[in-house]
């Protein structure tokens, strides 16, 4: 496939239609890893558990799901996309469905490897094969249309599981996905091509896994990864875990409502891609651009913090706490500002070249999970000793750091 086709090809028009069936796959990763988001008090009192241990526990999916890039890119670049990507939309079935049925932590955390496991390649199936048909500027809108896509699973977990959860119970959100599943894995079947890997790799699994690490920690991608590890995490932490207790236990409002805010801010994490690879494209200098959109979100967050009751921007204005709709506009704000992904994987494209496409591409994935992992983790920890607007603080923080270690890197 030739990144110069035209649009009215039809092989060009079969790739798209290939690259959107893979992409809803990418978002019905995005809504199952964003479940927890509206449902973790009833989820820990169906438990008999604490949510703070409940949402340290569900870290595992992030962890496993980084783990897993390594023999996933590996297996992109030998086997090809299509096989890949069906392999692990089964298995997402199956991990749903295993969370769904679970009678306790023990069962959900099962249910929360299998599918962090079984959706590790989800968002590379379509990046890979657009990566390795298409040209650089073709690749660059394309990834954040794929991101921008795969978001609206996380539309599909606010105001919607809200909803189910009320009526039906946090379950059903994970049995509806696995239906979704199913629907998913029926349209890659039928769209995305039967065809060797284009670049097949003939080494050993074990030097091809070993690849991904090398070109993940090489000079030239080491300030990308440094950015990588915390740039989603804030994102999928604040949109996936933290949001809805914050906006319901320090904002008060009910879970329709607060469900209702991260719909908007989930609206912004999908327009924000494509809107940022524009801006980016217009302007250049995209070095600038990361260093900047990500700053400006870490203070956007400290902000948020300091509206808290008995903190400091309450305090000065004389409020019990900044009002609830401020929150929102926050939140919008901050989906836009962090949504330069796609530029990081457009840097990593042309680094890596096509035959190491799969690889190069999994590695950053690889920091943009382990990151998720790790910060969930931390947050926690930090929930448990500190309170949530800690937990903002704190992510504030990660991403100065982040942009520091890439701006010196690059």
Known sequence: MDGKADSADPNFRALIFALLALACGHMLSTLL?????????VMAADFATAPQTLASLTSIYHFAFAASQIPVGAAMDRFGVRPVSLSLLAGTIVGALASGFATGPEGFLFGQLLLGIATSGMLMCPMTLAAKQMSAARFGLWSGII????NIGMLLSSSPLAFV????GWRAGFWISAGLGAAVALAV?????KQPAAHADPSSPLSQMAEVLRIGLSYQLRGLIALALVSLAASLVLRGL??????MEIKALGRVEAGNALGLFTLAL??????MGIVARTIGHRREVLAATHCFAALLLALMAAGAPNYPLSELLGISAVPARIDGALFILIGIAISTQPLLFGMTQQMAGAQNAGKALSAINLAFFLGAAL???ATGVVA???????VLLFMAAALIVGTIVFLLYT
């Open 33 to 41: 890893r964003t479940i927890p988001a509206v449902s973790l008090d």
């Open 147 to 150: 991101l921008s896509v795969g």
């Open 165 to 168: 959860v009320e009526h039906f």
């Open 189 to 193: 079947f039928a769209l995305v091509p």
């Open 242 to 247: 933290w949001g809805g207790p914050w906006l």
């Open 270 to 275: 999908i327009a924000g891609p494509v809107l």
């Open 375 to 377: 910060m969930q983790s």
């Open 384 to 390: 448990a000793m500190l309170g949530l607007p800690a």
